[in-house]
Nanobody, 119 residues
Framework: QVQLVESGGGAVQAGGSLRLSCAAS????????MGWYRQASGKQRELVAT???????NYADSVKGRFTISRDNAKNTVYLQMNSLKPEDTAVYYC?????????????WGQGTQVTVSS
């Protein structure tokens, strides 16, 4: 079994910063890919950023230049540094991981953490 736990969400003013963390635990052999998705009220869940075990990153166009994803493989943890936050960034942010374990491979999701950006 694999668990993903997010932390670091909160309420900030436009232009502020937050740093999200997601720690994976369980019978993990390897985490090939970790990433962040977000879902605003009334909208579909969308990809924010991903990072591979080798450090390759990918970002949604809407966050390029403002958000930075990073990963600590030794801690099975992924981070999302969010700068220059906009009200449009308000959403529940979910951690996602593609995990290899003794039982095979699969995608796992965290419980989500709320980010609220006010004008």
């Amino acid at each position: 079994q694999v668990q993903l736990v997010e932390s670091g969400g909160g309420a900030v003013q436009a232009g502020g910063s937050l740093r999200l963390s997601c720690a994976a635990s369980g019978s993990i052999l390897n985490i090939y890919l970790m990433g962040w998705y977000r879902q605003a009220s009334g909208k579909q869940r969308e990809l924010v950023a991903t990072v591979t075990s080798g450090g390759s990153t990918n970002y949604a166009d809407s966050v390029k230049g403002r958000f930075t994803i990073s990963r600590d493989n030794a801690k099975n943890t992924v981070y999302l540094q969010m700068n220059s936050l906009k009200p449009e960034d308000t959403a529940v942010y979910y951690c996602n991981a593609f995990v290899v374990s003794g039982r095979g491979r699969g995608n796992y999701w965290g419980q989500g953490t709320q980010v609220t950006v006010s004008s």
